[in-house]
């Protein structure tokens, strides 16, 4: 069994060379060049199949349809509070809670992304008046995972709506923030909700930052 310290740094360094050989083929125009940028880019495919003992098919799918300079991805998360409680919404892939949120789209400014991903898991409508937070997921205790990824945290004010679920939660609730069900740690950890609800209850907090 790997352990949690190994494994991150596994990860950091297949981040590292799949963005150089990635960011090799967004440049190079020799074609020796972009065949070794190809290898290196398989290697590094193989190497963290091997590590991770899955299919080396689960690790493309990892990058699959990432081309030109790499960059990290970003994902948005609205906390959203009633008398002491936040919304959740629980995750289908683990049955866990989380902020309402995800990946923010292309031509998507990250305000409007997180106001949708709040209507689209918990069914309540809200918007951001503050972002509270922009962090480096790996700067933080997340789990281990293969990209880098930046997360904002925004606070928002809840305008309408009623609970309702969605392909990807099966769950919604508010819960007392020092109270919290078992979380999806990959998106959310129980101290970034509480510096969130820290921001709601004093709204002149300067917004935190990596």
């Not at 945290?153 to 609970?163: H, I, M, W």
């Not at 609730?173 to 020092?178: A, I, K, S, T």
Request: charged letters at 25%; a negative charge; aromatic letters at 8%.
């Amino acid at each position: 069994m790997k352990t949690r310290e190994r494994l991150a740094t596994i990860l950091e360094w297949a981040r590292k060379v799949h963005a150089i050989a990635q960011n090799g083929l967004a440049f190079s125009r020799d074609p020796f060049d972009r065949v070794r940028y190809q290898e290196l880019e398989q290697l590094t495919e193989a190497m963290l199949a091997t590590e991770l003992e899955v299919p080396l098919a689960t690790v493309r799918a990892f990058w699959e349809g990432e081309h030109g300079y790499a960059t990290p991805k970003v994902d948005v998360r609205g906390g959203v509070f009633k008398s002491g409680e936040v919304l959740l919404v629980r995750e289908r892939t683990d049955g866990r809670w989380t902020l309402p949120g995800g990946w923010v789209d292309v031509n998507e400014a990250p305000s409007s992304a997180v106001a949708r991903e709040i209507l689209e898991e918990s069914g309540y409508q809200a918007r951001a008046v503050k972002l509270a937070a922009l962090v480096d997921k790996n700067r933080h205790p997340h789990p281990p995972g293969v990209h880098h990824i930046y997360k904002l945290f925004f606070l928002c004010e809840l305008l309408g709506g009623s609970p309702a679920t969605s392909a990807e939660t099966d769950a919604v609730g508010f819960f007392p923030v020092r109270s919290l069900p078992e979380l999806s740690t990959g998106r959310v950890l129980a101290s970034q909700i509480e510096r969130l609800y820290q921001h709601e209850l004093d709204r002149s907090l300067p917004t935190d930052f990596d």
